[in-house]
């Protein structure tokens, strides 16, 4: 039979472990808050561990409540941690209330009135609270996404409270499955809780691995300068845009937009104020869009926003929504200031595009070309069928026409 000092010694020893793993996890990954909750619960059940194998060397119960009171603090820690990888509310007052409540019960059952039954009762309860807390959290999909290290993790902290469940029933059924205890059902039941709380651990390290990979795979769709889109990120988008539309034939449009003479801001300011002209652009922009609209960087001085479910006329809203915030903030330039000022082409899905948004860029360039030469600091937009009366204003070519389909231009601005 397994004896209860070998018992204390694998759970102190794999615990150890999972502690220095997650210390190095929140050392190479800081911004990662969940793993210092999870570190902090993996160092609390080692020291119950060792505390409480001080019970086989004095002749006291307090080893066993200090320990107990630790594990019991170490799985509100677990909670915690997965309340914070979801951005979800951390309460210490839960932690303190579930962890001091726990420890005055087993001191009323050892002092007050000596019962092993009810002290069992009492920390099997302490144990499985916190998991049961979170367990919608965890098996659940977040963000219209599934974790499948929190699948893991939830399914493992679902086993270890109907396991504390059962312990309990066996308890008020007069079967005491505590620690010592003669018979093989109390140490497996132990060393089960043991396997299952260490691989929960490992659910979480797969939960930190997946956030951490979907981070990466962000970061390559975003531009490092502006913090929108980047290229990738925009073909991708246009792609999904352009099978929608094939399939439901509802069009989506599209603006191409370039910062009037930003050659000449670099050649004359450097490329520290150019840059800074980018990014003051993509916030103005940003404010002037709907949600589900995306701006992203094409490349150097060249943004593209997506509508989706918009039709020609409303894009040419939003391009005038962009030219008129550049057109305020250029006002109210001073001093030293740089005044931004953009042209923009707008073009609309037909289904001549088709799949292929390579051609939705190029009419939406076409278009940009027209505005430029027109002077600049203002829109066109570009039709495929002949113009009908399009509202015109000092922002606005009058939609043309071009009958053919439109290839790649390589013309500069």
């Not at 839960?94 to 002092?111: D, N, P, R």
């Not at 889109?229 to 989506?252: D, I, V, W, Y």
């Not at 000022?341 to 899905?349: D, E, H, R």
């Not at 030469?373 to 009058?398: F, L, Q, W």
Request: hydrophobic content about 50%; aromatic content about 8%; some cysteine.
């Amino acid at each position: 039979m397994l004896s209860v000092p070998t018992l204390w010694t694998v759970f102190v020893v794999n615990f150890l472990a999972l502690g220095l793993i997650w210390a190095y996890v929140v050392h190479s990954y800081p911004r990662l808050a969940a793993a210092r909750f999870w570190t902090a619960s993996a160092f609390s059940a080692v020291a119950g561990g060792i505390i409480a194998m001080l019970r086989q060397e004095v002749d006291s119960l307090l080893p066993l409540l200090a320990g107990g009171t630790l594990t019991v603090f170490a799985a509100c820690l677990a909670a915690m941690g997965v309340r914070r990888f979801y951005g979800r509310p951390v309460s210490w007052r839960g932690t303190v209330l579930i962890t001091g409540g726990t420890c005055a019960g087993l001191l009323f059952f050892i002092y007050g009135h000596d019962s092993l039954p009810l002290r069992m009762t009492l920390y099997s309860f302490g144990q499985s609270l916190p998991l049961v807390m979170v367990l919608k959290l965890l098996l659940t999909r977040q963000e219209g996404r599934a974790n499948p290290g929190a699948r893991l993790a939830g399914v493992l902290a679902l086993l270890i409270t109907i396991i504390c469940a059962a312990r309990v029933v066996g308890i008020l059924f007069g079967v005491d499955l505590s620690v010592g205890q003669p018979g093989p059902v109390a140490p497996f039941t132990v060393l089960g809780l043991m396997f299952l709380s260490m691989s929960m651990n490992f659910g979480f390290l797969l939960m930190a691995v997946d956030r951490l990979r979907n981070e990466v795979a962000d970061l390559a769709l975003i531009d490092d300068l502006t913090g929108v889109a980047n290229r990738r990120h925009l073909m991708q988008r246009l792609t999904e845009e352009c099978a929608r539309s094939e399939r439901s034939g509802k069009p989506f449009s599209l603006l191409v937009i370039d910062l009037d003479s930003f050659k000449t801001i670099n050649d004359s300011r450097g490329h520290a104020a150019g840059d800074a002209c980018l990014q003051h652009f993509t916030l103005m922009a940003q404010t002037r869009l709907r949600p589900g609209d995306m701006l992203a960087r094409a490349g150097g001085d060249e943004f593209c926003i997506v509508l989706p479910c918009s039709r020609l006329r409303e894009a040419a809203t939003i391009a005038r929504r962009v030219l008129q915030v550049c057109r305020e903030d250029a006002e109210a330039c001073l001093g030293a200031d740089i005044p931004i000022s953009v042209s923009i082409g707008v073009a609309q899905w037909t289904g001549e595009v088709g799949a292929f948004p390579e051609l939705l860029i190029a009419q939406a360039d076409q278009a940009l070309y027209a505005a430029k030469k027109e002077g600049k600091n203002r829109y066109a937009a570009y039709s495929s069928a002949p113009p009908v009366a399009p509202e015109v204003d000092d922002m606005t070519i009058a939609t043309f026409r071009n009958p053919g389909m439109p290839g790649r231009s390589s013309a500069g601005r």
